[in-house]
C-alpha cells in the first residue's frame, strides 16, 4: 500500500452544523465510505437524541461506528481507535480516500494523531475523586481542575465528570497539568489527514442548534429517553439530550425547563466543540453554506 496517496478526509464543526450532509456528498464524490467519529452515535439506543444518520442518510453511502454497540457494552477511545485503525487499513486497500465525521473531538484526534501516553497513577486518587463528586457535586471537580490545569479545564468536555475525574487525577497523581502530557509521542499513520471545519456565525449555530432540538423531541426524543430511564447510571446515558428528561420525569425539573437545559447544554457543547477544533492550525475552514465543489477543490489542492 503506498501511504503517500492515502487520504482520510476528517470532517469536523460544532453540532448541528451540517456535517452528516457534506460527508456523504464527499463519500459520494470519492465513491468511498464514511467512519463516524461521534463517541454517543455509537450506541444503538440512543438515535433520536444523538442526532445520528437517518436510515435515508445511511443508505446514500456506507458508514462504520453507527449503532454499533449498546449502552451496556464498556467502550472507550482506546477501544475505538484500534478499531478505527484497522476498519481505515482494510478500505485503503480498495480506496484511496475515506471520510471521516463527527463533533467528539478526542475520537478525532485519536484517529488521526494517535492516543496520547498517561502515566500510571494510585487508583485511590479516582477512588477519592467519585466520592467528592457524589459529596460535593460537579462543580467543585471543575473549579479544581481550572486551578490545576486551565488549559484542560478550556479544552475538555467540562460538564462530563468522567473526563473531569480523569484530568483531575493525573494532574494530582503526577504532579504535573494534565494537558502537559498531550501530543506527546504518536502513533504513525499509513494516510495523511485533511481536515475540513465547518462553521458558522455564533448566533447561526446556536439558532441551528434550537431548532435541531425542536426536531428531536418531535421526533420522539421523550419517548426515546422514557424507555432507558432505568438505564440512566450508565455513562453512555450522562450526556445532552438525555440527562435533562431525566431531571424532567424525576420531577426535580418542569418540562419546559428540562427543554431550555437541552438546548444551554447543547449550545456550551458546540462552544467547547470550537474551542477544541481550532487549536488544529491545518484545518481548512468552510462556511457551512459553502458548496460542496468548492470544498472538493481545497481537498484536491491540498492532495497536491
Known amino acids: 500500500m503506498n501511504s503517500k496517496n492515502k487520504y ?3 470532517i469536523v464543526g460544532p453540532t448541528a452544523i451540517g456535517k452528516t450532509s457534506l460527508s456523504i456528498k464527499l463519500a459520494q ?13 455509537f450506541y444503538k439506543e440512543m438515535q433520536i437524541g444523538t442526532a445520528a444518520p437517518t436510515v435515508d442518510e445511511l443508505a446514500q453511502a456506507k458508514h462504520h461506528f453507527i449503532h454499533h454497540k449498546s449502552i ?3 467502550y472507550n477511545v482506546g477501544a475505538f481507535e484500534k478499531e478505527a485503525i484497522a476498519t481505515l487499513d482494510t478500505l485503503f486497500k480498495t480506496h484511496d480516500v475515506v471520510i471521516m465525521v463527527g463533533g467528539s473531538g478526542l475520537y478525532v484526534d485519536a484517529v488521526t494523531k494517535g492516543l496520547d501516553y498517561f502515566p500510571e497513577v494510585d487508583k485511590s486518587i479516582r477512588e477519592g475523586l467519585n466520592s467528592e463528586l457524589v459529596e460535593t457535586g460537579l462543580e467543585t471537580l471543575q473549579l479544581q481542575l481550572k486551578k490545576l ?4 479545564y478550556n479544552t475538555i468536555a467540562i460538564d462530563n465528570p468522567q473526563r473531569v475525574i480523569r484530568a483531575l487525577e493525573i494532574c494530582i ?18 494516510f495523511k489527514t485533511i481536515t475540513i471545519g465547518l462553521t458558522a456565525e455564533r448566533e447561526i449555530i446556536y439558532n441551528r442548534i434550537n431548532k435541531r432540538v425542536d426536531i428531536m423531541l418531535a421526533q420522539g426524543q421523550l419517548e426515546e429517553a422514557k424507555l432507558l430511564i432505568d438505564k440512566q447510571h450508565l455513562n453512555a446515558l450522562n450526556t445532552v439530550g438525555y440527562k435533562e428528561l431525566f431531571n424532567y420525569f424525576k420531577e426535580e425539573w418542569t418540562f419546559d425547563f428540562a427543554i431550555e437545559e437541552m438546548k444551554k447544554n447543547s449550545r456550551r457543547f458546540a462552544k467547547r466543540q470550537l474551542t477544541w477544533f481550532k ?3 491545518d484545518t481548512f475552514w468552510f462556511d457551512y453554506l459553502e458548496d460542496v465543489s468548492n470544498i472538493i477543490k481545497a481537498i484536491e ?3 497536491l
Open 8 to 10: 482520510l478526509i476528517s
Open 29 to 41: 464524490h470519492y465513491n468511498t465510505e464514511i467512519l463516524s467519529a461521534d463517541s454517543r452515535q
Open 72 to 74: 451496556e457494552d464498556i
Open 149 to 152: 490545569d486551565i488549559e484542560a
Open 173 to 190: 497523581g503526577s504532579g504535573k497539568p494534565y494537558s502537559s502530557f498531550l501530543n506527546k509521542d504518536k502513533n504513525k499513520r499509513i
Open 279 to 281: 487549536r488544529n492550525k
Open 301 to 303: 489542492k491540498s492532495k
